[in-house]
């Protein structure tokens, strides 16, 4: 694994997953998640848990960036952004448990789905583009035609 390439891509993905994650879920939602009061904390103890905000976005651009680096061994963007949309996918699982556990209105749950497929699929667009093999490094395998 190249450790530079990894390093840069991973903060890359770590300050899109955040800033996305800010103007997606905080800004573009925020009328839509006041209309279920209970369901997040008041505007007033945020601050307190802004650690806990940016710590989860580390983990989730940490654990991406090396799932790219590792199951996406010819890089490019465009295979980062399909990793990215099957990880963006796979969250609407929990998204949809969620809605069946929690009063979550349905504008919510379509917002969450929407914005993680959005959010990872560009994400991996981007750790595809920065963490790419040399060229001599990527094999491709032509098909004989008959």
């Keep these: 694994m ?8 991973f903060i890359a993905a770590f300050v899109f997953l955040f800033v996305f994650g800010f103007l997606w879920y905080a800004t573009l939602m ?6 279920v009061p209970t369901l997040l904390r008041p505007e007033a103890d945020l601050k307190s848990y802004f650690r806990w905000l ?5 983990v989730m651009a940490f654990f991406f960036t090396l799932l790219c680096a590792r ?27 969620s809605f069946a556990v929690q009063p979550l209105t349905l504008k919510i749950l379509c917002g969450w789905i929407a914005g993680a497929v959005i959010q990872f699929t560009v994400a991996g667009a981007i750790v595809g583009a920065i963490y790419k093999p040399p060229t001599g490094q990527i094999m491709y395998v ?5």
């Design 30 to 35: 925020h009328d839509t998640h006041r209309e």
């Design 54 to 58: 940016a710590l989860g976005h580390f």
């Design 142 to 146: 032509k098909e004989r035609l008959r």
């Design 71 to 97: 199951y996406v061994p010819s890089g490019r963007a465009g295979a980062g952004a399909m990793l990215g949309l099957l990880v963006g996918l796979v969250y609407a699982g929990p998204h949809l448990i």
């Design 2 to 9: 190249n450790w530079n390439k990894f390093f840069v891509a």
